[in-house]
């Protein structure tokens, strides 16, 4: 028991002491810190630790979207129909642009694309096809396309209100009455 009262006390004295020598630890980190955060605010450039070599994307390997519309308003429907809307595009870049994925925001809406790569002047199409059922009130559903395009990433919008189904209950036909 006295050995461990002992082993205690020479334990809270060491942290005592690097506790006060400490402080200086940490003033010197902090200034090195600083320092460090000063330089990279000075350089032009930051380049990531991991990366193995930068280079500057040039246009001409590019394709790029020129939507007619990027949101389409359906206005209100009944919940239940479904509702269909092409977006058309035309390539207006340097490249032959080529979609390789088109993924919706949720299941109840299915995109469709043009599969083949849209050569430069040429046209091309996304498909969207919202199905209401389940979905009452305001919605706006997006569809994210990802192409050989700047950004990588465009996103299609549709937009509308659903009507709910009206119900018996709803109808004011609640069931039986007891009499």
Known sequence: ??????????????????????????????????QKIAQMENSTTAVPANVQSTTAVDPSTLGAFKFEEV????????????????????????????????????????????????????TGFVKVAFNSTGKPGTQAPTVSIQANTSPNVNRLRLKGNVTPKTTASAAGQFGPVKK
């Open 1 to 34: 028991m006295k050995y461990l009262n002992l082993s205690a006390l020479l334990l809270v004295g060491t942290i005592a002491v690097s506790s006060c020598s400490n402080n200086n630890d940490q003033a010197e980190k902090i200034a090195a810190l600083e």
């Open 71 to 122: 949101e389409f308003d359906f206005g209100t429907i009944a919940e239940g129909k479904i509702v269909e809307h092409v977006f058309s595009f035309v390539n207006d870049g340097q490249a032959p642009l080529v979609i390789s994925n088109v993924t919706a925001s949720c299941g109840c809406t299915t995109p469709d694309y043009t599969k083949t790569p849209v050569k430069p002047g040429d």
